[in-house]
């Protein structure tokens, strides 16, 4: 943050707003800002009233409209350049009370033309329509390894345990990577409390207990691989051709870090399962992210919430990001206006401008049942790698399910005439292939015995298949996709492995 918070100061911007729940942190930021500036830095909150920080001289006011007042007088010469820090103003601005709003509008003219500044630091903010001009937002990013180190060895000091092995001190490091320092430092304290030393394993699960109590994304461990998926060959090919792009090796080549891939198509073919072993195949961390939790809340609180998963995920870059039915986050920013006082919209807006600019490599997996919700800002080139569909699985997918499923179940395929099972269930996507075995072991269970071809078969009659319940919204979907998308598995019908653009419909 600070050489953008520097770059800002210099250019004469008068009114910056910091967002974080860090803020100790932000402080030390901002404090060094200003010195390297040379610029005199005061802080206000309401306990503590206005510090000079340089003179350490304290000016009793909790009021916020009394300390604009007295930043007339501090800003009515333009030497020295003077930079007000208020800490909590979004607390204040919450009851948009005319006065502060217009005090704070006089005040940024005062500070523009003298050459001062005010920063305004808490953990969200919503302006009004009167201010949303006027302050400019400073990205503050979460404590990237080294900053995180500093703390590891306060901890270590602390609990006067020595430095661990470069590899453990590393590990640590990296498995804190998108924690706030508070919530880092939490997590090194219970690993000397619970083994009096350091262990990555702890921290991990740490924070993966906080992102979760966070509410908006969550560690998934990445267990799937893509020999987990039965069918989908061209997609599965698509990830293993990028599975290094990722590495040192492939940043020294220059090749550019993969965006993303959106996966659109029926429910229940595996592009859940796909998203999760996408990570696995990429050797990378996964992240979930629940859209429908970054809206709600307070007002102002959805675009708050994106930023900061979007600092979560940049934090701990490389990463798979995945964005499960993302329709349903931002299928209102089509109406939005008129419905939600356009939150929807502006949380989709800077979302595609992240997508687009972002720069560390966060891979987003995004996967959709209704692409009629989706905007279309949201399908135009640049914003993905890729676009894939996934039909229903042919009879050879259906046959591969079969082994996957029955293995996983803790069977043997080959006790099994999976060819045959494959054509018995035409339309079964994978997730009622499972369901169909289930329902099959639960039956062979109740009797005392393993589960025979007849359970499943039994099984089968008793399922209707969403395919044939939603065989209207399919075909829309597939005409859909027609020369939009690319085709996630070749089909043993049309012959055809080149991963061309849809141009028939499968199956
Ligand atoms: P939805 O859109 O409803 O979320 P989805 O397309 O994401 O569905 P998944 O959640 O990935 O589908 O699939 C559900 C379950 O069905 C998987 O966990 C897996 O057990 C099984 N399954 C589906 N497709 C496949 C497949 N191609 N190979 C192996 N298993 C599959």
Redesign the pocket.
């Known amino acids: 943050m600070q050489n953008q918070l520097t770059t800002y100061l210099r250019a004469g911007y008068p009114g910056l707003a910091v967002i974080s729940s860090e803020e100790a942190r932000a402080e030390a930021e901002i404090a060094a800002a200003c010195t390297s500036l040379k610029r005199r830095l005061h802080a206000w909150s309401s306990t503590e009233g206005l510090v000079d920080t340089q003179e350490g001289r304290v000016t009793q006011c909790q009021d916020p409209l009394e300390v604009l007042q007295l930043l007339d007088g501090i800003f009515a010469t333009d030497s020295p350049r003077h930079v007000v820090l208020l800490r909590d103003l979004q607390l204040h601005l919450d009851q948009t009370d005319p006065m502060l709003v217009r005090r704070l509008k006089d005040i940024l003219r005062i500070a523009k033309s003298n050459g001062h500044a005010i920063i305004l630091l808490g953990c969200r903010l919503k302006l009004p329509p009167e201010l949303e001009h006027e302050i400019t937002h400073v990205d503050f990013s979460l404590p990237d390894a080294a900053q995180l180190g500093t703390v590891l060895d306060g901890i270590l000091k602390s609990a006067k345990l020595k430095a661990p092995h470069d590899a453990i001190r590393e590990g640590a490091l990296q498995s804190a990577l998108g924690l706030t320092t508070t919530e880092a430092e939490n997590a090194f304290a219970l690993s000397v409390v619970e083994t009096n030393g350091i262990d990555h394993r702890i921290i991990s699960r740490e924070k993966a207990h906080t992102l979760k109590r966070n509410g908006l994304v969550e560690v998934v461990a990445a267990t799937t691989s893509l020999n ?5 060959d061209l997609l599965k090919e698509w990830l293993e051709r990028r599975s290094g792009a990722f590495s040192a090796s492939a940043k020294a080549y220059g090749l550019p870090a993969p965006k993303g891939l959106l996966i659109v ?11 999760k072993a996408t990570a696995g195949a990429f050797g990378l961390p996964l992240l979930r992210l629940d859209m429908g939790c970054v809206f709600g809340g307070i007002v102002g609180q959805s675009e708050a919430n994106l930023r900061s998963v979007i600092q979560t995920a940049e934090a701990i870059a490389p990463c798979v990001l995945w964005i ?2 993302i329709e349903k986050g931002f299928s209102g920013s089509k109406s939005s206006g008129s419905t939600d006082g356009g939150t929807s919209s502006r949380v989709f807006g800077s979302f595609l401008s992240w997508m687009q600019e972002k720069e560390k490599p966060v891979f987003v997996v995004a ?1 959709a ?1 209704d692409v009629s919700k989706l905007p279309p800002e949201f399908l135009r080139k640049g914003r993905f790698d890729e676009m894939f569909f ?1 039909d229903l ?1 042919d009879a050879l ?1 259906r046959a ?2 079969w082994d ?2 029955i293995k ?1 179940h803790g069977r043997k395929p080959a006790d099994f005439d999976t060819v045959a099972l494959s054509r018995a269930c035409e339309q079964f ?3 009622e ?2 369901a169909v075995f289930v329902d099959a072991m639960h039956e062979a269970y109740a009797e005392g015995r393993e589960p025979k071809a007849k359970d499943i078969l039994e099984a089968m009659t008793h399922t209707v298949p969403l395919a044939q319940l939603m065989d209207g919204q399919i075909a829309a979907l597939r005409h859909w996709a027609k020369g939009r998308a690319r085709e996630a598995a070749s089909h043993a019908k049309s012959g055809s492995r080149t991963g061309r653009r849809i141009s028939s419909q499968a199956n």
């Open positions: 987990d998926i039965g069918g989908l198509g029926i429910p229940g073919t595996g592009k859940s399962l796909t998203a499960d039915e996967t049942n996934v699985p997918e591969q399910i996957i499923i996983r996507t994978g997730a292939i499972e």
